[in-house]
C-alpha cells in the first residue's frame, strides 16, 4: 500500500519581502511546520519570484546539494569557488555545497521579474570538495514524455548531483498518460505540477499543487490540461 502526503499549493508557507516573494514547501526561514521538513532527503522547495535587479547577498551553505531551476526570466549567480554565471530558462544549475561555500544570487534584469525553483536535498557523501555545474536542457525533449535533468549518473546527459535522486521534467498535452517507475523501491518521488491540471496516482492535482508517495514500484500519470510537471525521485532516508 502506498504512503501519500498532498501538499495542496495555498498550503505552502509564504513569505513577501517585497523584491523576494516565496513559497516553500517545506519548513524554510520563518516558516516552520513540524508536519513539513521535508520529503525523505529532499529538504527544501521553494519558489521565488525576484523583483528586477534584486537579489540575495552572499550566504553561506554547506553539505547540501541545491538545484535551480529558472523558469521565466534570467538569474545571475557567483560564488566563493569563482563561478560567475547566468541561468536561463531551459537550464538548470547545480551547487555541491561540501564542505561549504558563499554564494549570491541576483536578478540578471533591470525590467523584468524572476521566477526560479529552488530545491534543496541532502548529500550521498558529506564534506566533499565544493562543485558548481549548470545545463541546458532541450524543451522539444519534454514535449509529451519525460526528460531527466538531475540524476546520480555521471554518464547520463542530466546534470549530476551527489544523492541517489532524480529530477525529471514534462510538459505535457491534455490526455498524456505515462507510468514513472521508481529506481529503488525504497525511494520516494514528490510530484509538483508547475502548470495545468495532473492526476497524479489517482490524486487530482492543479497549479502549484504537490504530492509525495513512496512504497511504491510506480506510479501513473496523467494530464488532465495541458500542463508542466517536475518529479523529483530520492530515497526517503
Do not use: C
Not at 521538513?37 to 547577498?57: E, I, K, S
Not at 514500484?217 to 508542466?228: F, W
Request: glycine share 8%.
Amino acid at each position: 500500500m502506498s504512503k501519500k502526503v498532498i501538499h495542496k499549493a495555498d498550503t505552502r508557507g509564504h513569505a513577501n519581502h517585497g523584491w523576494l516573494n516565496s513559497y516553500h514547501s517545506f519548513s524554510f526561514a520563518s516558516y516552520y511546520n513540524p508536519e513539513r521538513m521535508g520529503f525523505g532527503l529532499l529538504r527544501v522547495l521553494n519558489d521565488d519570484t525576484v523583483a528586477p535587479g534584486m537579489g540575495f547577498g552572499a550566504h553561506p551553505h554547506d553539505n547540501m546539494e541545491i538545484v535551480s531551476i529558472p523558469l521565466s526570466g534570467e538569474l545571475a549567480h557567483k560564488d566563493s569557488t569563482g563561478n560567475e554565471k547566468t541561468i536561463h530558462t531551459n537550464e538548470v544549475q547545480i551547487m555541491s555545497a561540501g564542505t561549504g561555500l558563499t554564494h549570491s544570487e541576483y536578478n540578471h534584469s533591470k525590467t523584468e521579474p524572476v521566477k526560479f525553483l529552488q530545491i534543496w536535498v541532502f548529500p550521498k557523501e558529506r564534506d566533499i570538495k565544493p562543485r558548481y555545474e549548470q545545463k541546458s536542457f532541450k524543451p522539444e525533449d519534454r514535449q509529451n514524455q519525460l526528460q531527466t535533468v538531475v540524476s546520480p549518473d555521471k554518464d547520463s546527459e542530466a546534470i549530476w548531483i551527489n544523492q541517489d535522486a532524480w529530477f525529471t521534467l514534462g510538459t505535457l498535452k491534455q490526455g498524456f498518460s505515462e507510468n514513472y517507475k521508481l529506481h529503488n523501491k525504497e525511494h520516494g518521488v514528490y510530484a509538483f505540477v508547475l502548470e495545468g491540471e495532473v492526476e497524479v496516482d489517482g490524486e487530482k492535482l492543479s497549479k502549484r499543487d504537490a504530492v509525495g508517495i513512496s512504497e511504491v514500484d510506480s506510479i501513473r500519470i496523467k494530464a488532465d490540461s495541458d500542463a508542466e510537471l517536475l518529479l523529483i525521485e530520492v530515497p526517503m532516508k
